[in-house]
């Protein structure tokens, strides 16, 4: 689901979690009626403000425990565009570098990176290759003109997954295990 009619998207996310139904959520606006969509979203996807938007704290690695903890997600992340994605599980934080790549247009790979998150939990993927997975999907879309010009096939995702040159990291290994400790 995402925000642009949370009313609607909340009954379905409702709807949803009562048939035990993961639900993931693509958010990046303050939309009226966000809170009542995110008390039943399992996967909260935001843009990399949406967080401190609503938790009132630019920092993600406070922002997204504060709103796993408060809506009870089990997982909630902030897409960083070519810093790639970081994510919190409720005990440790996640993070997957973007791929190197030339961009042509980067409409479009956002969603690509939403539904590649929805695959990969179909799939049963583990959170870290899940989460280079998405990467690998929405830097793909970004090398097509338009939001469909570059929806890649799952076999050069895969191939990107394990041949692609990853960028620098935004965020060290000593960071993600510092900010952990921060959040219990």
């Known amino acids: 689901v995402d925000g642009h009619d949370c009313r609607a998207a909340a009954t379905a996310a409702r709807w949803a979690r009562q048939a035990k139904i993961p639900v993931t959520a693509d958010l990046d606006n303050l939309y009226p009626g966000v809170e009542a969509l995110l008390e039943n979203v399992n996967f909260a996807i935001t843009s990399r403000e949406f967080p401190g938007r609503l938790c009132g704290e630019d920092d993600l690695f ?64 583990e959170l870290p290759a899940l989460l280079a997975f998405c990467c690998a999907a929405a830097g793909l879309s970004c090398l097509g003109g338009g939001a469909r010009g570059g929806i890649a096939p799952v076999r050069k995702i895969e191939q990107m997954v394990r041949q692609g040159v990853r960028r620098p990291p935004a965020f060290t290994g000593e960071q993600l295990a510092a900010a952990r400790m921060h959040a219990r």
């Not at 919190?88 to 570098?97: K, L, T």
């Open 62 to 125: 406070v922002s997204l425990p504060r709103l796993a903890s408060r809506f009870g997600c089990r997982l909630t992340a902030a897409t960083l565009g070519e810093d790639g994605v970081l994510a919190w599980d409720g005990a440790n934080f996640h993070y997957s570098p973007a791929f190197e790549i030339k961009p042509v247009d980067t409409t479009g790979a956002g969603d690509i990176f939403h539904a590649a998150f929805a695959y990969g939990l179909v799939r049963s993927f």
